[in-house]
């Protein structure tokens, strides 16, 4: 009998030791004679390091070191990218520590090593540190005009234009009947998760081994990084994955931190482990998110979209990090969305600014751009007197247009498709759902004191990011199993999605298997979770390997039984031979059995699609609003567990929310970090948005890969800002209100609504 | 300087520093890893134990502090034989993905339910509306705490 563990909401064996504070985080780790590190970061956001003086520290009983550039022969190292490597980025990699210059505020400068992290903070306050500051770079404005330049002997401050083009948009514009062109802005937003990041490493001068607890999202990726920087053969060092606080493409990258640690304890001979505090995690951790367009869209009267141009500017922070230009290139690649627009012109420059360098955060460029074509889109349909969801519906990529070819991406021709789909269905099931026929008679009222808004926005989710994906499979002793897998756990569940998949494939319990990930000790490669894709990815590379283990059990079994293999019928982990002998998996489980499988999507992207629908309530004198309800449908291939699906799309829908209208990371002119706390930078909380709903569907599986899953861990943020910006807008159109920033905070929507009932 | 309480039913005696936090004291000293650590600024509340039955932030509270008192933390709150019901409820409502926050949920959740088993969603908001979760956007987590409202009813079923 065939399993059906996929599909099935299995209760997750990650929450066996979760609900009993069992987990193991890298700052549960504490071996003997471990050091701790504390990082002296620069409190200036531009200026010349003139000197550092550790005398004094070093003097406080129990500090055992002060590591600074100088340290490092021929100068500290500096990261290199790992997404989108251009050769014009190189210049605007960042070391490992600063040497000559600072360029923003939390730029390490010092590594204090400790006996404890108290001692070390107290050393901290010792080192004397001279900068001669330098006019910061604040903003975009600031950054193009290039009187102050963060790298000097680059002579600008533009890092990078990417260019998004298909069919002629000149032309196309040329004859349009019908143009707008607007200008929108998104502020700055982090992956915060709530586990601050760590690195503990070891290192055995005898063996000449390096041990590096804390790894996650990319191990394999940052051990090659790290090898090369620490001069290492790559297997001597092991990169081990523990439990992990929530990823969301910040955690995991390749941080200054990956380096200075594992550095310190070969110097010092002794484990040293770094815990960062969360006022460093705030400036120190991937930014993301900052962006500003000016758009301009061309349709015809009756609401056919012809064209789509303009500019976006990305406030990149000050040097290019691993996965930096990610966010752009989105930005420009995804503007269009899940929309039929054949002529694009769309252009994104990268700017240099004396602030946090930026990184992916979940829907990295996807939820800035679904905000500007949603908001876009709302203000067309209104001058064009059509219906806000017929527009969308008459412009959505149809099903017979599958696979749907989107813009090139320049200067690396970046090619992509949407793999399959049928965009009206989400739209239609949402629409049902969230009972918009008769909610939407409350648009635009004022009731009892607050103004009602309802808007959607519509949406595409790039997951399965390529190339490839590893795993292994290897029949214990007890006729149990051990998956290996070259993914990485954040928190997801992925050691629950796997053991589905595997006990599906080969047909045997699920308490049979367990699963052993992230690590680079368990395979020779690997690739991660990053892009929505370990579960299409390491999943389909589970189902490969199966088969593999599978296919060697039958020549085993064949060869025990005295049959040819292709005579024996194979099912339920068992072999049997025409004459009805038959061997068990477990039968042959002293054999060493075992199969390392790898699935290569050849970088063919899966295309979750989906709508949102919200509804809000905005308070008419203190502009507070309320989320009375949010409902996203999206359609997600093939569901392997229902449970784990629906939690990553409820949470990415608050986390959305959370930018929409409290988190903002802000910066004064003089490029300081004004908000340092918890207590600043507003993430949602229980009482916030009660009232949000998820529909999943599997109605187009992805033809890209065995499982037929699309990756589903980002949708859920993507569509927020659009549908929610238009709500609100809605909400306030007898007042002439337009959403044109996110986030709308308080502050930001009161003055809004000030400034137009002032004027009404 | 020496300092005595009670953790999870046993009697401890740590030498500390004056200015160590309590949280500090329980994961470092008494090597209790289940409190964790996510602000230090007793926003987030991943360090929630219970002092003296209250819910209270760990890392607020200086281990001095703890002189004499009754503590106890998630390990004290968990069984090798079976998952309490509130943490059965949590494992079937899917009320945790990365688990950071969860211990200071659970006994967050705990507290109130031991005080107002009858409690509403409102009322749970309101007291889990101190404890930060990143990942689940806390529809399961309150959900969760309400399905396990039953078992606190009966005196017997509570850890």
Same mark, same amino acid.
């Given at each position: 009998m065939k399993n059906s563990y996929v599909g099935s909401a299995v209760e997750r064996r990650e929450d066996l030791r979760f609900v009993r504070g069992r987990g193991q985080y890298v700052d549960d780790l504490a071996p003997d004679g471990l050091l701790h590190a504390v990082i002296l970061r620069s409190s200036v956001a531009h200026g010349r390091i003139r000197s550092i003086d550790a005398a004094a520290a070093v003097k406080i009983a129990g500090v055992h070191a002060v590591i600074t550039a100088r340290d490092m022969p021929g100068g500290p190292p500096r990261i290199a990218m790992r997404l989108q490597p251009l050769p014009e980025f190189k210049p605007f990699e960042q070391s490992v520590i600063a040497d000559t210059k600072v360029r923003y505020v939390g730029e390490p400068i010092a590594l204090v090593l400790a006996t404890s992290m108290?001692?070390?903070?107290?050393?901290?306050?010792?080192?004397?540190?001279?900068?001669?500051?330098?006019?910061?770079? $604040?903003?975009?404005? *600031?950054?193009?005009? !290039?009187?102050?330049?963060?790298?000097a002997e680059q002579g600008t401050n533009c890092a990078m234009t990417f260019t998004a083009e298909c069919g002629d948009a000149v032309a196309a514009f040329a004859i349009a009947p019908y143009v707008r062109r607007e200008k929108f802005r998104t502020g700055r937003h982090y992956g915060l998760t709530m586990e601050p990041r760590g690195v503990m490493a070891e290192w055995d001068a005898a063996t000449g081994q390096l041990t590096v607890s804390g790894a996650a999202k990319v191990p394999f990726f940052n051990r090659r990084i790290l090898a090369k920087l620490m001069g290492l053969p790559e297997d001597a060092i092991a990169m081990v994955e523990n439990d992990v606080g929530g990823g969301f493409g910040a955690r995991g990258e390749f941080y200054p931190e990956d380096f200075l640690i594992p550095f310190a304890a070969r110097q010092v001979g002794r484990p040293v482990k770094w815990i960062e505090d969360r006022r460093e995690n705030l400036m120190a951790m991937n930014h993301a998110r900052q962006a500003q367009v000016d758009v301009e869209i061309a349709c015809t009267r009756d609401g056919a979209i012809l064209a789509l141009r303009g500019h976006a500017d990305v406030d990149m922070g000050a040097y290019m990090r691993t996965n930096g230009a990610v966010g752009s290139r989105n930005v420009a690649q995804f503007m269009s969305g899940p929309y039929r627009i054949p002529n694009i012109d769309v252009d994104v420059t990268l700017f240099m600014t004396n602030k946090t360098p930026v990184g992916t955060y979940r829907g990295p460029g996807r939820f800035e751009t679904d905000f500007f074509r949603e908001r876009l889109f709302d203000m067309v349909a209104k001058d064009l007197g059509l219906d806000r969801v017929d527009f969308r519906r008459r412009n959505l990529v149809a099903e017979s247009e599958m696979p749907y070819a989107i813009a090139t991406i320049n200067p690396f021709e970046s090619k992509d498709q949407f793999d399959s789909g049928d965009y009206q269905i989400t739209l239609d099931r949402c629409l049902t759902e969230f009972g918009w026929d008769e909610k939407s008679k409350l648009q635009g009222r004022l009731i009892d004191g607050r103004w009602h808004g309802l808007a959607l926005g519509c949406f595409i989710e790039g997951g399965a990011a390529g190339p490839k994906e590893t795993a292994g499979v290897t029949l214990n002793?007890?006729?149990?199993?051990?998956?290996?897998?070259?993914? $990485?756990?954040?928190?997801?569940?992925?050691? *629950?999605?796997?053991?589905?998949?595997?006990?599906?494939?080969?047909?045997?319990p699920l308490t049979s298997i367990r699963v052993m990930h992230g690590s680079t000790t368990y395979l020779k490669e690997g690739y991660g979770s990053y892009g929505s894709r370990a579960t299409v990815m390491g999943g389909s590379a589970v189902v490969v390997a199966a088969q593999k283990l599978l296919e060697n059990f039958r020549a085993l079994a064949a060869k025990e039984l005295h049959v040819p293999p292709e005579k024996l019928t194979m099912a339920d982990g068992q072999a049997t031979a025409p004459d009805g002998r038959r061997l068990t998996l477990t039968d042959l489980s002293a054999h060493g059995l075992s199969a390392e499988g790898s699935f290569s999507n050849n970088s063919k992207a899966t295309y979750t699609y989906g709508t949102a629908l919200a509804h809000v309530a905005v308070d008419a004198k203190t502009a507070r609003v309320e989320v009375l309800d949010y409902v996203v449908v999206d359609d997600v291939g093939r569901i392997i567990n229902p449970h784990t699906l629906h939690g990553q799309?409820? !949470?990415?829908?608050?986390?959305?929310? !959370?930018?929409?209208? $409290?988190?903002e990371l802000v910066y004064d002119s003089n490029g300081q970090l004004l908000s340092g706390s918890l207590a600043d930078y507003l993430i949602p909380v229980a009482t916030d948005y009660p009232n949000v709903r998820a529909i999943s569907l599997e109605l187009h599986p992805s033809p890209n890969n065995p499982l037929g899953a699309k990756g589903a861990g980002e949708g859920g943020i993507i569509p927020v800002g659009g549908a929610l910006a238009n709500a609100v807008s809605n909400a306030l159109s007898s007042l002439g209100v337009e959403i044109r920033e996110l986030p709308l905070t308080p502050p930001r929507l009161w003055s809004l609504l000030q400034k137009a009932t002032a004027s009404a | 300087m020496p300092v005595s309480f009670e953790v999870?039913?046993?009697r401890v005696t740590v030498e500390v520093e004056p200015r160590m936090t309590l949280v500090d004291c329980l994961r470092h000293q008494l090597r209790l890893t289940g409190t964790h650590v996510g602000c230090e600024h007793g926003v987030c509340g991943a360090c929630t134990i219970l002092l003296d039955g209250e819910a209270v932030r760990a890392c607020l509270i200086l281990a001095v502090q703890a002189e004499g008192c009754k503590v106890v933390t998630i390990e004290g709150l968990s069984n090798d034989e079976a998952l309490t019901p509130l943490q059965a409820s949590f494992r079937r409502h899917h009320a945790v993905q990365c688990g950071f926050c969860t211990p200071g949920m659970i006994t967050t959740a705990h507290a109130l339910l031991t005080a107002e088993p009858d409690c509403d969603a409102d009322r749970v908001r309101e007291v889990l509306s101190g404890n930060i979760c990143r990942c689940t956007g806390y529809i399961s987590i309150v959900e969760a705490v309400l399905d396990a409202r039953s078992a606190y009813r009966t005196p017997e079923s509570q850890s």
């Open positions: 108290a001692v070390g903070e107290d050393a901290l306050d010792r080192i004397v540190v001279d900068i001669e500051p330098l006019p910061a770079v $604040s903003d975009c404005e *600031t950054s193009a005009n !290039g009187d102050r330049l963060l790298f002793d007890d006729g149990s199993f051990t998956i290996a897998m070259g993914s $990485s756990a954040v928190g997801q569940g992925v050691e *629950t999605v796997f053991a589905q998949i595997a006990a599906d494939a080969l047909e045997i799309v409820i !949470g990415a829908a608050v986390q959305g929310l !959370g930018g929409v209208f $409290s988190e | 999870n039913g046993k």
